[in-house]
């Protein structure tokens, strides 16, 4: 069932003051949903048992991996259970994931077509393509994954200047005039004294958590946090205790408790109280409540940790961030953490903050010491994206403007049509619910008929209950490639009977782009 916000639940800040620049829903969905969404996987579950037995007794061919018959002695690498679903549920509906490309990952691209000859087990690619599927599952934020000769120049130029690698750390032979170049536009668009930047997104969390805590320290985790911050906190050996999403009285609970408590059996203080949070939560499209974290954590004498992947780029007039978007001073945050892959169209990440954090990491972090410095051709890309976003490069795109358009014109019409969202109104990342698995499969393959490319995720990425599409909202996406989509998604909606809302909605839009000629030949409908 969905989550229902705190304020609507009596869980939200006791002040009743607004947490969030727009609006945030967590529609539950109707009790027979989440009966028929158990039912499912009961069922599919039965029947994994039998084709179990079917193979057991040689009635079925086994495709999966399994130990040879001199290893039957041997402690076994993972317990048999511990693959049921892989073998039996996923495997059966693997098409729909890890689909190959081979175009750029644009507001379209093309995808290559493949077949699979033992339901999913193997495939094999039929050498066509379908071309021209609107890209709705990228994080290409700002349309910054371009291939423009013009707007890529200077990347080439890089390119030319240095080679593509590095080969070497920071700290030897690899530290750039560039990459101190890049550290100080971060540190400048961020609003902050430093900043340290670092080849690989995922490791900027799970290598420098472990730098910044350690034994004897407590980490506030939100109980979203995504992978690479739960990877940190675990190699740090901090003691980690979870609050509730977005949840200011669980915050402070495990807060007050922490300060009266201490440590457990000494009862002595915790040498360090970090609150791990991120911006936009890329699961639920919701967004941290800030301004409250900020002021727990003052009131606690607690540190905090924000992961802006998902939001640096993508939320705020000027694209800061949610510090911007909740009008916040950025040093009230410890430790800002982004990544470059995302809105910027690159790769790694940056932690930002005061100098002495920022030195203290240089010496201090796996990653800063260890890992091989930035590409240069990617600082460059990073350099150029974010001067782009500053304005300092002459040009007055608006990509932050009309990604905010794009994400508030797409949300309304879902509403709309009666299909369930979760999220803020102000995330790109847009979660729609489709609850059962059966249907998870049905949508993602009609959708792709119609040149759609989404993805959809399901347990044991989401509760059970609550398999959803996820749309990522792009500002290279036109007014007509959002049209299209919106009325495929009704279509589809209609079929499969997925517009669970309970909330009043109107009828199917007749879109003006579907009378264009020019626009129905561009986006002719196909099937596989």
């Known amino acids: 069932m969905g989550r229902i916000n705190g304020r609507a639940n009596g869980t939200g800040p006791p002040s009743g003051k607004r947490l969030f620049q727009g609006q945030e829903s967590f529609e539950q969905a109707p009790m027979y949903v989440a009966v028929m969404t158990y039912l499912g996987f009961g069922l599919v579950t039965l029947f994994g048992y039998f084709r179990d037995f079917l193979r057991a007794v040689g009635l079925e061919k086994c495709h999966i991996a399994k130990e040879r018959d001199e290893q039957k002695d041997f402690v076994p690498l993972y317990q048999d259970f511990e693959n049921f679903y892989t073998r039996n549920l996923y495997m059966r509906v693997r ?30 690619l039929t050498g066509k393509t379908i071309p021209n599927v609107i890209n709705m599952g990228s994080y290409n934020y700002l349309g910054f994954a371009e291939n423009n000769v013009d707007f890529l120049k200077t990347v080439a130029e890089r390119v030319q200047q240095y080679g593509l690698g590095v080969c070497s750390t920071r700290q030897e032979m690899g530290n750039l005039g ?65 609050f509730k999403h977005n949840n200011m009285q669980s915050l ?35 967004v941290v409540c800030l301004p409250d974290i900020v002021a727990l954590k ?9 992961d802006e992947a998902h939001s640096i780029g993508a939320v705020g007039p000027t694209g800061r961030g949610v510090t911007e978007l909740f009008g916040l001073d950025p040093s009230d945050v410890d430790v800002l953490m982004g990544t470059f892959t995302k809105s910027f169209g690159a790769a790694g990440g940056y932690i930002a903050g005061k100098k002495e954090l920022v030195d203290y990491l240089r010496s201090h ?29 002459g040009t007055t795109i608006g990509k932050v403007h009309r990604l905010a358009e794009n994400t508030r014109y797409f949300r309304s019409r879902l509403q709309e049509m009666g299909f369930i969202i ?80 309970q909330r009043k909605y109107t009828s199917r839009p007749k879109e003006q782009h579907h009378n264009n000629n020019d626009l129905n030949k561009d986006f002719k409908q196909d099937s596989l």
């Not at 003052?298 to 924000?306: G, M, P, S, T």
């Not at 051709?377 to 782009?388: D, G, H, N, S």
Request: charged residues 20%.
């Open 95 to 124: 098409d729909n994931w890890n689909r190959p490309i081979c175009s750029l990952p644009g507001p379209v691209f093309d995808v290559m077509e493949r077949v699979s000859p033992d339901y999913n087990w193997t495939f094999r």
């Open 178 to 242: 560039i990459h101190q170049e890049l550290e100080e536009l971060v540190a400048e668009f961020l609003g902050v004294e430093s900043a340290m930047v670092l080849g690989m997104g995922f490791a900027t969390n799970s290598t420098n958590i472990p730098a910044l805590v350690g034994k004897g320290c407590l980490i506030l985790s939100d109980e979203l946090n995504h992978t690479s911050l739960i990877l940190g906190a675990r190699l740090s050996g901090a003691t980690i205790r979870v």
């Open 252 to 286: 402070e609970r495990v807060l007050r408790d922490a300060v009266c408590s201490g440590q457990p059996h000494t009862h002595r203080p915790w040498k360090k109280i970090m609150i791990m949070v991120e911006g936009i939560y890329s699961m639920e499209g919701s």
């Open 298 to 306: 003052k009131k606690y004498k607690a540190y905090l940790y924000l």
């Open 365 to 393: 972090s796996h990653s800063a010491v260890y890992a091989s410095a930035m590409s240069p051709p990617v600082t460059e890309q990073i350099l150029r994206a974010m001067r782009c976003i500053m304005g300092l490069d």
């Open 422 to 501: 979760y999220g803020n109104d102000d995330s790109p990342v847009i979660p729609l619910l489709l609850y059962m698995p059966g249907k998870v499969v049905a949508f993602s393959r009609a959708m792709l008929r119609r040149k759609v490319g989404v993805v959809v995720v399901g347990f044991p990425a989401t509760p059970i209950t609550e398999a959803r599409a996820r749309f990522c909202l792009s500002a290279a996406h036109t007014k007509e490639m959002l049209d299209k989509v919106l009325f495929d998604l009704n279509e589809v909606g209609d079929e499969l009977c997925l517009k669970f809302s």
